[in-house]
C-alpha cells in the first residue's frame, strides 16, 4: 500500500521560507493526486494545496496563493510545497495525503482518503 512521509518542517522567521517534501513508498505513487493539508493548535485541518497525478493541474488555498508553490516529480516518489513568505499563521503541521478533492481554492478531505503522512511541524515566529 502507499505510504507518505513528510519532511522539511521547522522554525523559520517571517518571510522566510521552507521546502516540505513529502516522499512516497509504492509503486503506484503516480496514480494518485497529493494534496498538503495543515492544522494550527487549537484549530481545524485545513487543505493547503494539491497536485494532480502527473502535476499538470494545481490549487491553492487562498491563503497561501502566490506564496506557495506544488510540484512533484514522479521519477523520485516526490512532492514538494515550496513556502515562501511565510506568516506567522502558517504555522502548523504539515500533512500530505493522498486524492483530495480538488477544485479552485477548495481542497478538502474526502471518506476515500486513506493514505496520509504523519505530519512534519512548521513553526513560523521570531
Known amino acids: 500500500q502507499l505510504q507518505l512521509e513528510e519532511s522539511g518542517g521547522g522554525l523559520v522567521q517571517p518571510g522566510g521560507s521552507l521546502r516540505l517534501s513529502c516522499a512516497a513508498s509504492g509503486s503506484t505513487f503516480d496514480y494518485y493526486a497529493i494534496g498538503w493539508f495543515r492544522q494550527a493548535p487549537g484549530k481545524e485541518r485545513e487543505g493547503v494545496s494539491c497536485?494532480?497525478?502527473?502535476?499538470?493541474?494545481?490549487n491553492y488555498a487562498d491563503s497561501v496563493k502566490g506564496r506557495f508553490t506544488i510540484s512533484r516529480d514522479n521519477t523520485r516518489n516526490m512532492v514538494y510545497l515550496q513556502m515562501n513568505s511565510l506568516k506567522p499563521e502558517d504555522t502548523g503541521v504539515y500533512y500530505c495525503?493522498?486524492?483530495?478533492?480538488?477544485?479552485?481554492?477548495?481542497?478538502?478531505?474526502?471518506?476515500?482518503?486513506?493514505?496520509w503522512g504523519k505530519g512534519t511541524l512548521v513553526t513560523v515566529s521570531s
Open positions: 497536485i494532480s497525478t502527473r502535476g499538470g493541474s494545481t
Open positions: 495525503a493522498a486524492d483530495p478533492y480538488c477544485s479552485g481554492h477548495v481542497i478538502l478531505e474526502t471518506k476515500g482518503m486513506n493514505y
